[in-house]
């Protein structure tokens, strides 16, 4: 069963918009990774984090893990059409281990 | 850069009928994972390979089974396939057991 809380579990997005989602879990991880998953498509990585505390940017993509190593968050900086798909937060026990994944951030364009 | 491959891509099957899923994980990756998706839902993990020899279980059905083999390809097989068997089913390798894993492109079985 899933033991990580993503939310929101939809969002619409205005092109230029910051956009925010967070995992939470009941249990520590020593490594958190964000992916992004477009329909029919394999989830494709984004970030890794490996410290408690530490904050990663990849463009306009920011994310950080958690003092507690129980949560982590994602922010897309300044949206733009391509940003749509769904975005799933997966925590790792340790190396080589299983992926537990969230139940995934649904990101929409705005109609 | 070279990506995980897997095959089929689609594969559709009958009740009870078995399938043969396969991937070749991005080259000098030794670890591979397996994990299935239903519709709507997050990736489930169901097993994993380092160095030929399985490293870990998950929620996988004994009709299940999979291997690595000496060229790091691995193959998950399913027997006696049932209607909820249908979902996407992922690779994903890593290196030196590192925490980066890598997706492809996924297997979409439909069991009717």
């Known amino acids: 069963g899933q033991q990580l809380n993503q939310s929101p579990q939809s969002m619409f997005i205005q092109e230029g918009e910051d956009v925010s989602m967070n995992c939470t879990s009941s249990?520590?991880?020593?490594?958190w990774l964000w992916y992004k998953q477009d329909p029919g498509e394999g989830p494709v990585l984004l970030i890794a984090?490996?410290?408690?505390?530490e904050l990663t940017s990849n463009g306009r993509l920011t994310a950080q893990f958690g003092i507690t190593r129980k949560d982590s968050f994602l922010n897309i900086s300044a949206s733009i059409p391509s940003d749509v798909g769904i975005y799933f937060c997966?925590?790792?026990?340790?190396?080589?281990?299983?992926?537990?994944f969230g139940g995934g951030t649904r990101v929409l364009v705005k109609p | 850069a070279a990506g995980v491959i897997q095959s089929p891509r689609h594969l559709i099957k009958e009740k009870r009928e078995t399938a043969t899923l396969k991937c070749y994980p991005i080259?000098?990756?030794?670890?591979v994972y397996w994990y299935q998706q239903g519709p709507g839902q997050d990736p489930q993990f169901l097993i994993s390979?380092?160095?030929?020899?399985?490293?870990d279980k998950g929620s996988i059905p004994d009709r299940f089974s999979a291997q690595q083999f000496s060229d790091y390809h691995s193959e998950l097989n399913m027997s006696s396939l049932e209607l909820g068997d249908s979902a996407l089913y992922f690779c994903?390798?890593?290196?030196?057991?590192?925490?980066?894993?890598?997706f492809g492109p996924g297997t979409r079985l439909t069991v009717t």
């Open positions: 994903a390798s890593s290196q030196d057991n590192a925490y980066e894993q890598y």
């Open positions: 249990s520590i991880f020593n490594t």
């Open positions: 984090l490996y410290k408690a505390g």
């Open positions: 997966a925590g790792q026990r340790a190396a080589g281990n299983k992926l537990t």
């Open positions: 080259p000098r990756h030794d670890t």
């Open positions: 390979f380092y160095e030929k020899m399985q490293s």
